[in-house]
């Protein structure tokens, strides 16, 4: 290996590069190319520390994914019907195309009996919105001794929008993700109707605080769901750190808004006493809620493992502890998917034996850092881990909240959070809602609208409607 007589580095002088040409062409070479090593690792950006957000760091510098050989091809298999769109229950219009010469050699035709049918549905050309003169008649009433006049049930009172402006604009922005921006443009370049940001913002808190009921009932529908699902994620409120909290099953989803990220937000949520089944993560707040039983996400530990095993120390008896870990949790999820293969007794045995397991794992002394950190978690949580293997219905992870959680966090990446907390509410009660609908299978644009008539023309909001039974 060659070997250099003086240090490279940026005290060189000239003097020192003229002792390493007199020792060869060798040293030179060997020099230059350790000069050149040194600047490429100066200009190479730092390696992102494992706090920092996946959407901060350089794709460059993101490790490659090992993708595994995929198990099936994608796609139907063969001899799987074919899908296309249904002929449509109506016809608008025909249009008749016949050639007047061929299109390949532009010879004459000679006409035939002969004709095939195709089906456009398309969005008409010129989108004119319907502007309707109400002509709202007051009448002397004797008995009130005044002029009364009826109610309008096609817009808020004092708008000139309509309901189903109204009711769409808040689709596209609470359930869809578009931004205000985005829908304006969209409204007044595609359909023709002039808006403006903050009108429709005002409506928003206007259609927010008449649905107000709906997200009530939501609330007291969760807490009395067999089980409930829950996540939180970061949001912000005029440029501050605030927290979206999600609450939900396979019928419902109800977001929440708040300051907080520990037990103060969750006590607005749970106003009573939790009769269900609570699965969440192992974030600290939720142990402050009182509920008949929990199922902590065993997906979370295995994270947690394989955290640990890319950033952390794991050495010393780490590998050991990680082993059992993931052994003792494999056991058990397969136990549940093979817990009709099994007699009751069979079943009993062994769903006691992984609990005489996970006593043992605790009370060994381990001495990793990492392993004794994560034996104070399962202490913590040791009957919270394998509920599901005791109670049908209830899975071993927390994906239906981070599922649910997903789309909000979409809506955050587009639009920044809010800017006010009349904002925050505005946008925790129409995700609700609109979420709900969508999971219950119910139109959002006509199911919001009828209600919003209702209230109109009653002063009374029906209740949210459940799942139609034909639905499944």
């Excluded at 501050?240 to 708040?258: E, P, Q, V």
Aim: hydrophobic fraction near 35%; charge should be positive; include cysteine.
């Amino acid at each position: 290996m060659t070997t250099l007589e003086v240090e490279l580095g940026p005290d060189l002088t000239a003097a020192d590069a003229e002792r390493i040409v007199d020792q060869g062409r060798e040293a030179a070479i060997f020099a230059i190319l350790e000069l050149a090593r040194r600047l490429k690792e100066r200009q190479r950006p730092p390696e992102p520390s494992p706090s920092t957000p996946s959407g901060m760091v350089a794709p460059f510098q993101k490790p490659a994914v090992a993708h595994s050989k995929r198990k099936k091809k994608p796609g139907a298999k063969p001899g799987h019907a074919g899908a296309r769109r249904p002929a449509p229950e109506r016809i608008d219009r025909t249009v008749e195309h016949r050639a007047s010469n061929c299109p390949d050699c532009g010879g004459p035709l000679t006409q035939c009996q002969e004709t095939r049918e195709r089906f456009i549905e398309d969005i008409p050309e010129n989108l004119k919105p319907q502007v309707t003169q109400h002509v709202i008649h007051r009448d002397w009433c004797g008995r009130c001794r005044r002029q009364v006049e009826p109610k309008v049930p096609d817009a808020l009172p004092g708008s000139s929008l309509g309901n189903r402006v109204l009711v769409l604009s808040a689709f596209l922005h609470f359930c869809l993700g578009n931004t205000l921006g985005q829908i304006v443009d969209v409204f007044n370049f595609h359909l023709l109707l002039k808006l403006t940001p903050g009108g429709l913002v005002q409506m928003w808190h206007r259609l927010a605080e008449l649905l107000f009921a709906w997200y009530e009932q939501l609330q007291h529908e969760a807490l009395d769901s067999a089980v409930l699902h829950a996540d939180e994620s970061g949001w912000r409120v005029d440029g501050k750190t605030h927290w979206l909290w999600c609450f939900g099953n396979a019928n419902l989803t109800f977001y929440m808004i708040d300051r907080c990220r520990g037990g103060p937000a969750l006590e607005k949520f749970f106003i009573d006493e939790f009769s269900g089944i609570l699965v969440s993560d192992f974030w600290g707040a939720y142990n402050a809620v009182e509920c008949a039983l929990r199922q902590t996400c065993l997906v979370h530990l295995l994270r947690d493992l394989e955290h640990v095993e890319k950033y952390k120390n794991s050495g010393g008896d780490w590998p050991a502890f990680a082993k059992k870990l993931r052994r003792l949790i494999a056991d058990a999820i397969r136990l549940r998917k093979r817990e009709d293969s099994f007699s009751e007794q069979t079943y009993a045995s062994r769903r006691s034996r992984l609990t005489d397991r996970l006593i043992e794992l605790i009370e060994e002394p381990w001495t990793s850092l990492e392993a004794r950190r994560l034996i104070k978690r399962l202490r913590r949580h040791q009957n919270d881990l394998f509920t599901f293997l005791d109670q049908p219905g209830v899975p071993f992870e927390n994906n239906l909240a981070e599922r649910a959680i997903r789309p909000a966090v979409i809506i955050r990446k587009n639009s920044y959070g809010n800017r006010s907390e009349q904002g925050a509410d505005t946008q925790a009660i129409l995700m609700s809602i609109f979420r709900t609908l969508k999971q219950r299978q119910l139109d959002p644009l006509d199911t919001v609208i009828d209600a919003v008539r209702n209230y109109l023309t009653t002063g009374r909001l029906p209740p949210l409607p459940a799942k139609p039974a034909s639905c499944g």
